[in-house]
């Protein structure tokens, strides 16, 4: 999906663990790992076998590390692209949670400006 992401234009950024980009083997036929295919690898810092937890009387680990780092990855990336927003004068439409007290469509006209841009090009 990189690849052809990339022969479309589009940028490739990607979150996956260098550690295991350096120790395993590759698996696509053209030799070549997403890190290799990405404009931007970003280091989850989780080891290969992804699971954390040991425990008696299992012999393997459990618990993904990836998956908490890669929201932990990925809100870190909204907050930052929401700031550089803000600092050029564009004020980015963002969810809120019911418990906040704004309009109770307020979600939902975030969806349909998505909608608008995404299926008009507004």
Request: include cysteine; charge should be neutral; proline fraction near 6%.
């Given at each position: 999906?990189?690849?052809?992401?990339?022969?479309?234009?589009?940028?490739v950024?990607?979150?996956?663990?260098?550690?295991?980009?350096?120790?395993?083997?590759?698996?696509?036929?053209?030799?070549?790992?997403?890190?290799?295919?990405?404009d931007?690898?970003?280091?989850?810092?989780?080891?290969?076998?992804?699971?954390?937890?040991?425990?008696?009387?299992?012999?393997e680990?459990?618990?993904?590390?990836?998956?908490?780092?890669?929201?932990?990855?990925?809100?870190?990336?909204?907050?930052?692209?929401?700031?550089?927003?803000?600092?050029?004068?564009?004020?980015?439409?963002?969810?809120?949670?019911?418990?906040?007290?704004?309009?109770?469509?307020?979600?939902?006209?975030?969806?349909?400006?998505?909608?608008?841009?995404?299926?008009?090009?507004?």
């Amino acid at each position: 999906m990189a690849i052809e992401a990339k022969k479309c234009g589009a940028t490739v950024v990607s979150v996956s663990s260098l550690l295991n980009y350096r120790q395993a083997a590759a698996k696509h036929s053209t030799g070549k790992k997403l890190p290799d295919v990405s404009d931007i690898a970003i280091d989850n810092c989780i080891p290969p076998e992804d699971a954390l937890v040991a425990s008696e009387g299992i012999p393997e680990k459990f618990a993904a590390g990836s998956t908490v780092a890669s929201v932990s990855i990925a809100m870190t990336l909204v907050a930052e692209v929401g700031r550089l927003l803000l600092k050029e004068g564009i004020r980015p439409s963002t969810f809120v949670s019911p418990n906040v007290g704004l309009s109770p469509d307020h979600n939902e006209q975030v969806f349909k400006e998505y909608m608008r841009n995404v299926f008009h090009g507004q």
